[in-house]
T-cell receptor, first 114, second 115 residues
C-alpha cells in the first residue's frame, strides 16, 4: 500500500496570501489529521476529519481551515498568511475503526512565509 | 489538560552504548502512549505504542518502552545504539475524550550518536 502523500512538499508564500495543502491518506483510511510543527511550539494538533466531517479541532485561529472529500483526501487552507505560519505541516491518517488506531504520517509540507 | 514532558532536549551517546529517553505524561485515565521518530526532513515514524496490557512494549528497530503508571512515565530504551538512530524522538499521548487523530506531543529529544 502506498503511504500518506502530501503535496506540495515545499511552498514559499508572502504575508497576506493564502495557501492550500493537500493530503492523500492510505487507501481505506477514513480519518485524516493535520499537525503543525515549529521549532518553538513543537507539534500541535490542528484538526481531524472523519467521513468528511470535522471531528475535532485544536486551538488555532479561524484562518486555519480544512475539509475532507468523499474519497478521504483532505485539504487544509490557511488564509491571510503570517510570518509565524512558517512551519512543517504534517498530515496523518488512520483507519478510523473502533478503538484506538495507529496514526500514519506523511512526509509533510514545508511552508515558508516571507 | 493532558500534557507530555520530555525533559531532555538533546542527548549524545556513543555508538554501542545504551539509551534511555524520558517521557512523563499528565492524564486522568489509562493513556494511549506512543513513541515516534523523525529523521531530518521526514515525517514521523511510529516506534511503538502502549494501549493496555503488558507494561513493557517492544517496538521496531530494537526499541522498547516501559509504562509506569505510578511514575506517569513511558521511557524509551535501546540496549545498543547505532549511528543510524540519530534523529529526533517524540513521545505522544492520545488526547482525553478526543478523537483518535488528536495526539499531544512532547517537545522532542534530539539524539546524536558519537562514533
Amino acid at each position: 500500500k502506498a503511504g500518506v502523500t502530501q503535496t506540495p512538499r515545499y511552498l514559499i508564500k508572502t504575508r497576506g496570501q493564502q495557501v492550500t495543502l493537500s493530503c492523500s491518506p492510505i487507501s481505506g483510511h477514513r480519518s485524516v489529521s493535520w499537525y503543525q510543527q515549529t521549532p518553538g511550539q513543537g507539534l500541535q494538533f490542528l484538526f481531524e476529519y472523519f467521513s468528511e466531517t470535522q471531528r475535532n479541532k485544536g486551538n488555532f485561529p479561524g484562518r486555519f481551515s480544512g475539509r475532507q472529500f468523499s474519497n478521504s483526501r483532505s485539504e487544509m487552507n490557511v488564509s491571510t498568511l503570517e510570518l509565524g505560519d512558517s512551519a512543517l505541516y504534517l498530515c496523518a491518517s488512520n483507519p478510523g475503526l473502533a478503538g484506538y488506531n495507529e496514526q500514519f504520517f506523511g512526509p509533510g509540507t514545508r511552508l515558508t512565509v516571507l | 489538560a493532558q500534557s507530555v514532558t520530555q525533559p531532555d532536549i538533546h542527548i549524545t551517546v556513543s555508538e554501542g552504548a545504551s539509551l534511555e529517553l524520558r517521557c512523563n505524561y499528565s492524564y486522568g485515565a489509562t493513556p494511549y502512549l506512543f513513541w515516534y521518530v523523525q529523521s531530518p526532513g521526514q515525517g514521523l515514524q511510529l516506534l511503538l505504542k502502549y494501549f493496555s496490557g503488558d507494561t513493557l512494549v517492544q517496538g521496531i528497530k530494537g526499541f522498547e518502552a516501559e509504562f509506569k503508571r505510578s511514575q506517569s512515565s513511558f521511557n524509551l530504551r535501546k540496549p545498543s545504539v547505532h549511528w543510524s538512530d540519530a534523529a529526533e524522538y517524540f513521545c505522544a499521548v492520545g488526547a482525553d475524550g478526543g478523537s483518535q487523530g488528536n495526539l499531544i506531543f512532547g517537545k522532542g529529544t534530539k539524539l546524536s550518536v558519537k562514533p
